[in-house]
């Protein structure tokens, strides 16, 4: 899939409301565990990298909310959403991905 066809999917994700626009709380990054792309709806596989998004409970939810993306869709859905809420990344000391902050950086 090209990266427009990507962004396309990734727009309609936030638009119906299948993953939030705003910054995750926490993310992950590994090996995929066979869970399906919110973004693209095929499995991130085991050869592959997925990052896990957790997001806190958005109103009436009653637990945080965890998503498994690949690399690219997760790229598409950072260039989609409002510039302001963007994701920088923090590695924990064993080098893996850790929390998130939120990028507050005008561009």
């Known amino acids: 899939m090209d990266e427009s066809e990507l962004r396309a999917k990734a727009r309609e994700a936030i638009r119906s409301r299948r993953l939030p626009n705003r910054a995750p709380e926490r993310m992950w990054g590994g090996p995929g ?21 957790e997001f806190a409970p958005d109103g009436g939810d ?27 990344p923090v590695l924990s000391n064993d080098g893996t991905m850790a929390d998130c902050e939120r990028d507050t950086i005008s561009r």
């Open 33 to 53: 565990v066979g869970a399906s792309c919110v973004i693209c709806d095929t499995p991130v596989k085991r050869d592959e990298v997925e990052f896990e998004l």
């Open 62 to 88: 009653p637990g945080p909310r965890n998503y498994h993306v690949h690399v690219r869709c997760f790229a598409a859905w950072e260039f989609e959403r409002p510039v302001n809420s963007r994701v920088v």
